[in-house]
């Protein structure tokens, strides 16, 4: 009778670690009868889309533990090492399901966007919040790059000082998609939460200390007093920031040549103290009541002065004119 053999089991461990000497960035490893390439160190493959910091990353590379197989990986460990040392490796490859969701900054706003009015309902009241919170310090980013919460908070920090409203407000709009981020798994729970909490921090120190509750006037309050106002311009001056919640000076900086009776929104110019956006009447009602399409602009020199200036004259004709508070107030009325 004729004997069966069993096929020799090879041990590569010396070819493999001839192999690891060979390469700069990564090594070859064997787990499980499988080959696997994983980094020399915590840097050597750069950040997946999505995180801020390299990891340690283990690739399986679909070889066993073989002669074969290790011919494959050997060659497969080369290029990626040969990637890695110029700065050339990509991750698109290697990334599946929903690790590939990571895109660039226009993509991830619009989805954001979609999402975000999936569930909240499209009132002209939650438009201009959205346009406000939000869109105003989305677009703000630079559309063309990859998401991350490095470049999320690189932004911010250039983009704001501490203890300010502006800081408030990029706090929240990129803590919002971030949050969007880890909803769709495209970030790590503790890179979330990290960030999340360093945002907390950041925006601390804000306090709304000039305008206090009791000098927000009531719906009802502003309406009798754009009636008892007795001069159509600053009539019209006082609807406009209180149906808009303009900053004073952005009455001289907004498109008035398209506001018509049927016309809702509202363009300010670039050149305010947020730039350029659309704006919405809230409530809705008030452009109605306070026929806004009639612009009627008060005699007030425009040219050479600054929006500092241009404010502090619309503050100080409102106290001239009687009105009991600050037209900053307006965008804080209940």
């Avoid at 008892?228 to 920031?241: A, C, V």
Wanted: a positive charge; one cysteine or more; charged letters at 30%.
């Amino acid at each position: 009778m004729g004997k069966n053999f069993a096929p020799e089991k090879i041990d590569i461990g010396p070819r493999l670690q001839a192999i690891n000497q060979q390469l700069e960035k990564a090594s070859l490893r064997q787990k499980g009868g499988k080959l696997y390439i994983r980094g020399k160190s915590v840097d050597s493959f750069p950040p997946k889309p999505g995180q801020d910091k390299p990891r340690r990353v283990e690739l399986a590379l679909n070889c066993n533990a073989s002669l074969a197989g290790l011919k494959v990986a050997k060659a497969k460990a080369q290029e990626i090492d040969s990637q890695l040392l110029w700065g050339r490796f990509d991750w698109g490859p290697y990334l599946k399901g929903k690790q590939k969701l990571a895109k660039t900054l226009t993509e991830w706003i619009e989805k954001y966007k979609a999402d975000h009015w999936a569930s909240t309902p499209r009132t002209l009241t939650k438009e201009n919040s959205y346009q406000k919170n939000y869109r105003l310090f989305l677009k703000r980013l630079p559309q063309e790059k990859m998401l991350t919460l490095d470049l999320l908070r690189s932004e911010l920090l250039k983009g704001s000082k501490p203890g300010t409203r502006s800081r408030e407000f990029y706090c929240m709009a990129y803590g919002r998609l971030a949050k969007f981020m880890g909803k769709q798994d495209a970030i790590a729970t503790t890179d979330l939460t990290t960030f999340l909490a360093e945002l907390k921090s950041l925006k601390q120190g804000y306090s709304p200390k000039k305008i206090l509750p009791k000098d927000l006037p009531t719906d009802k309050q502003i309406v009798e007093i754009w009636q008892s106002l007795k001069n159509p311009s600053w009539q019209w001056i006082y609807g406009m920031i209180a149906t808009y919640g303009l900053r004073p000076h952005e009455m001289f900086h907004i498109d008035v040549e398209r506001f018509m009776a049927d016309t809702e929104v509202l363009r300010v110019a670039d050149n305010t103290k947020t730039g350029t956006r659309l704006v919405y009447p809230c409530p809705a009602s008030w452009r109605t009541t306070f026929k806004l399409w009639n612009v009627r602009y008060p005699n007030i020199r425009r040219e050479g002065r600054s929006n500092g200036k241009l404010g502090e004259k619309v503050s100080q004709q409102f106290r001239e004119i009687g009105i009991g508070h600050n037209p900053y107030a307006l965008s804080w009325a209940d």
